[in-house]
C-alpha cells in the first residue's frame, strides 16, 4: 500500500510570492492534515480537512490556506510568503481523523530568499 | 492550551535499553503516540497507546503511561544505530471533539554509539 506522497520534496521561492503544495493520502484514507516543521517552533498544526471540507484550523493567519478535493487529495496555499515561512511542510492522513493514527508523508521543504 | 513537554537529547550504547520520557498536559487526551524522525524524512508512526491502558509492547519497543502523572515513556530494548533518530511525542485533542490535531512535544535526539 503506497504511503502518503508529497509533491515537491524541495521548492525555493522569493519573498512575496506565493506557492501551492500537494499531498495524496494513503488509499482509503479521508482525513488530511497539515503540519509545519521549524527549528525554532517545532511541529505545529495548521489544519484537517475531511470530505472536502475544513474541520480543524491551527493558530496561523490566513496567507495559510488548502482545499481537499473529492480524491481526498489535498493542497496548501502559501501566499505573500516571508522568510518565516521557511520550513518543512508535512502532510498527515487517517482513515476518518476521529482518533485515528496519522502516517506523514516525508514533507515539502520550503525555502524563501 | 495543552503542551508536550520532552527531554532534548540521549546518548546510549548499543545493545543497552534506551528509556524516552515525555510529560503532557492535556488532561482529555485520548491517544498518545510516538514517531520517529530520520534526517531528510517525514515522521514514523512507531506505536500508540489508548489513554486507559498503561502499557502497550511492540517486538523491541515498550510504552508505559502514569495518567495520573501525565508521564509518557518509550522504552526501546537492545538499542541499534539504526535507532539513532529523533522521537516525538504527541497527544491527540483539540476543541472541535475529532481529536484529528496532535499537539507534539520537542524531540529527543537519540544517539547511540559502538
Known amino acids: 500500500k503506497a504511503g502518503v506522497t508529497q509533491t515537491p520534496r524541495y521548492l525555493i521561492k522569493t519573498r512575496g510570492q506565493q506557492v501551492t503544495l500537494s499531498c495524496s493520502p494513503i488509499s482509503g484514507h479521508r482525513s488530511v492534515s497539515w503540519y509545519q516543521q521549524t527549528p525554532g517552533q517545532g511541529l505545529q498544526f495548521l489544519f484537517e480537512y475531511f470530505s472536502e471540507t475544513q474541520r480543524n484550523k491551527g493558530n496561523f493567519p490566513g496567507r495559510f490556506s488548502g482545499r481537499q478535493f473529492s480524491n481526498s487529495r489535498s493542497e496548501m496555499n502559501v501566499s505573500t510568503l516571508e522568510l518565516g515561512d521557511s520550513a518543512l511542510y508535512l502532510c498527515?492522513?487517517?482513515?476518518?481523523?476521529?482518533?485515528?493514527?496519522?502516517?506523514f508523508g516525508d514533507g515539502t521543504r520550503l525555502s524563501i530568499l | 492550551g495543552e503542551d508536550v513537554e520532552q527531554s532534548l537529547f540521549l546518548s546510549v550504547r548499543e545493545g543497552d535499553s534506551s528509556v524516552i520520557n515525555c510529560t503532557y498536559t492535556d488532561s482529555s487526551s485520548t491517544y498518545l503516540y510516538w514517531y520517529k524522525q530520520e534526517p531528510g524524512a517525514g515522521l514514523q508512526l512507531l506505536t500508540y497507546i489508548f489513554s486507559n491502558m498503561d502499557m502497550k509492547q511492540d517486538q523491541r519497543l515498550t510504552v508505559l503511561l502514569n495518567k495520573k502523572d501525565k508521564h509518557l515513556s518509550l522504552r526501546i530494548a537492545d538499542t541499534q544505530t539504526g535507532d539513532s533518530a529523533i522521537y516525538f511525542c504527541a497527544e491527540s485533542g483539540d476543541d472541535t471533539g475529532t481529536a484529528s490535531k496532535l499537539t507534539f512535544g520537542t524531540g529527543t535526539r537519540l544517539q547511540v554509539t559502538l
Open positions: 498527515a492522513s487517517s482513515l476518518t481523523g476521529n482518533n485515528q493514527p496519522q502516517h
